[in-house]
T-cell receptor, first 114, second 114 residues
Framework: NAGVMQNPRHLVRRRGQEARLRCSPM?????VYWYRQLPEEGLKFMVY????????ESGMPKERFSAEFPKEGPSILRIQQVVRGDSAAYFC????????????FGDGTRLSIL | QKEVEQDPGPLSVPEGAIVSLNCTYS??????FMWYRQYSRKGPELLMY????GNKEDGRFTAQVDKSSKYISLFIRDSQPSDSATYLC??????????????FGKGTKLSVIP
């Protein structure tokens, strides 16, 4: 999946710590989506951002989760006070424009909570 | 009833076979339909992107959409061992905020045996 870069690829945290996941969209893309893939579950939408704006966070858990996409730098998904249930693969996708454009995915960050 | 239903398989076929993958959905507001391929430990890779009912062909892949039946299919001709992966159907609509978040099926795991 050339283009959308996510790091780290693997992240291990202990319960109660913070996790920060980063996503750099494809060149020329200014729209970012975050999805979560729990074990044995399908990909679930979390949040949609444009530069400096959260457009749709209807899929985000109400507590501990936040996202940003600053004017400069990557988009960040932040999980505070992680719990075992946060263990999942987190994928970022980017698209070129607002509206219905194909979304291209990165290879994800696999978060493991000890 | 889940929004998008997809048989998880696993599906095992001999090399050269025609593969048929299917999804049904319940939300008549879905307008855009996609198929992604996901290799183990990788992100989803966009294969096909369609809007209207009917067929769309790209090489060995044909995507079929029947909006009246709320049913989409992906056909793979002359299947190859390199096609072994999990295939995800995805759909989107305008959530009202300009967010075309994707709703995914759980994926069908395909193995093509040499």
């Amino acid at each position: 999946n050339a283009g959308v870069m996510q790091n780290p690829r693997h992240l291990v945290r202990r319960r109660g710590q913070e996790a920060r996941l980063r996503c750099s969209p494809m060149k020329g893309h200014s729209h970012v989506y975050w999805y979560r893939q729990l074990p044995e579950e399908g990909l679930k939408f979390m949040v949609y951002l444009q530069k400096e704006n959260i457009i749709d966070e209807s899929g985000m858990p109400k507590e501990r989760f936040s996202a940003e996409f600053p004017k400069e730098g990557p988009s960040i998904l932040r999980i505070q006070q992680v719990v075992r249930g946060d263990s999942a693969a987190y994928f970022c996708a980017s698209s070129r424009d607002r509206g219905n454009q194909p979304q291209h995915f990165g290879d994800g960050t696999r978060l493991s909570i000890l | 009833q889940k929004e998008v239903e997809q048989d998880p398989g696993p599906l095992s076929v001999p090399e050269g076979a025609i593969v048929s993958l299917n999804c049904t959905y319940s939300n008549s507001a879905f307008q855009y339909f996609m198929w992604y391929r996901q290799y183990s430990r990788k992100g989803p890779e966009l294969l096909m992107y369609t809007y209207s009912s009917g067929n769309k062909e790209d090489g060995r892949f044909t995507a079929q959409v029947d909006k009246s039946s709320k049913y989409i299919s992906l056909f793979i001709r002359d299947s190859q061992p390199s096609d072994s992966a999990t295939y995800l159907c995805a759909m989107s609509e305008d959530s009202g905020a300009g967010s075309y978040q994707l709703t995914f099926g759980k994926g069908t795991k395909l193995s093509v045996i040499p």
